[in-house]
């Protein structure tokens, strides 16, 4: 079965900053890469995902997130944070079948 | 179109008591899911459904059981709740393999907070 990792557990930044939250996954074949986002009390919503073709993928909200195969990584990045971006972050991953396998989440607070 | 609705919202329970959840979804999609969500553990595949009629064990079945009896619903079930049930219920659905391409996005409901006392 697949597994997924985020590394960070809570990031806190200022508006403006740069934002870079990292996902790993283990299998290593054809994998299928997700990113979600949960706004405070609201369910889950795609940001990006990453199916095949260009590794670098754009997502809504001026999210991005490269897929590097080598690496087994799915780091999902923000130029620039504004205070709406704190939510918080689920990478997931799908390998074989048809079920998703979900990192823990990395809460993500923007302070204006 | 609503998208994936579930009911309730919120719920207190007592230990033992039982209760279902609903999940209703329009979008015509073959798969549907239920997860839990617990803090610091994202969420778990509880029990999932590939098509009417048809249900799976997921990840963390145990204490649940689930029904497909109409493609458009997945319900969810607590035979006799304990405290270590209480968490926020989502729950999903995504097209089949052979929906189009790209395949297995999967779309949230808004969840149903369950506390269990």
């Known amino acids: 079965a697949q597994s997924v990792s985020q590394h960070n557990h809570h990031v806190i930044l200022s508006e403006a900053a740069s934002l870079e939250l990292g996902c790993n996954y283990s299998?290593?074949?054809?994998?299928?890469l997700f990113w979600y986002v949960q706004y405070p009390g609201q369910h889950l919503q795609l940001l990006l995902k990453y199916f095949s073709g260009d590794p670098l993928v754009k997502g809504i909200k001026g999210f991005e997130a490269e897929f590097i195969k080598s690496k087994f990584s799915f780091n999902l990045r923000k130029p620039s944070v504004q205070w709406s971006d704190t939510a918080e972050y689920f990478c997931?991953?799908?390998?074989?079948?048809?079920?998703?396998?979900f990192g823990a989440g990395t809460t993500v607070t923007v302070r204006a | 179109n609503a998208g994936v609705t579930q009911t309730p919202k919120f719920r207190v329970l007592k230990t033992g008591q039982s209760m279902t959840l609903l999940c209703a979804q329009d979008?015509?999609?073959?798969?549907m899911y239920w997860y839990r969500q617990d803090p610091g553990m994202g969420l778990r595949l509880i029990h999932y459904s590939v098509g009417e009629g048809t249900t799976a064990k997921g990840e963390v079945p145990d204490g649940y059981n689930v029904s497909r009896l109409k493609k458009q619903n997945f319900l969810l079930g607590l035979e006799s709740a304990a405290p270590s049930q209480t968490s926020v219920y989502f729950c999903?659905?995504?097209?089949?393999?052979?929906?189009?391409?790209?395949?297995?996005?999967?779309?949230f409901g808004p969840g149903t907070r369950l506390t269990v006392l």
């Open positions: 997931a991953a799908r390998s074989n079948d048809y079920k998703l396998s």
């Open positions: 979008m015509n999609h073959e798969y």
């Open positions: 999903a659905s995504s097209v089949g393999l052979a929906g189009p391409n790209p395949p297995n996005e999967q779309f």
């Open positions: 299998y290593g074949g054809t994998v299928n």
